[in-house]
């Protein structure tokens, strides 16, 4: 992001400083492009069971922007923790 001159301080342009929701549209954005990606690849190796991984926040995201038809394939979830 922009870093710049007195808009740029929280708190300057109203609302709440520091909630603009720029992560949360960033994420979205992000998910939105990784399924897009994920069902060419599904499609492209004719796939017709899918396990997803992640984090319980990420995989719940990932399965919501699914189309209808790819959710139903979902085999199966597993949770992916990170080791420090």
């Known amino acids: 992001t ?3 001159g ?3 301080v929280h708190g300057l342009r ?3 400083a520091g909630l603009t929701g720029y992560v949360d549209e960033v ?3 992000n998910m939105k492009s ?3 990606l994920a069902v060419k690849f599904f499609k492209d190796c004719e796939v017709e069971r899918i396990l997803i991984g992640g984090s319980e926040e990420n995989i719940s995201l990932f399965t919501n922007q699914l189309p209808k038809a ?3 394939k979902v085999a199966g979830t597993f949770s992916i923790s990170c080791l420090a």
Do not use: C, D, F, L
């Open 6 to 8: 007195s808009s740029a």
């Open 2 to 4: 922009k870093r710049g």
């Open 34 to 36: 990784a399924v897009e």
């Open 27 to 29: 994420i979205e954005r």
């Open 70 to 72: 790819w959710k139903n």
């Open 14 to 16: 109203g609302g709440t």
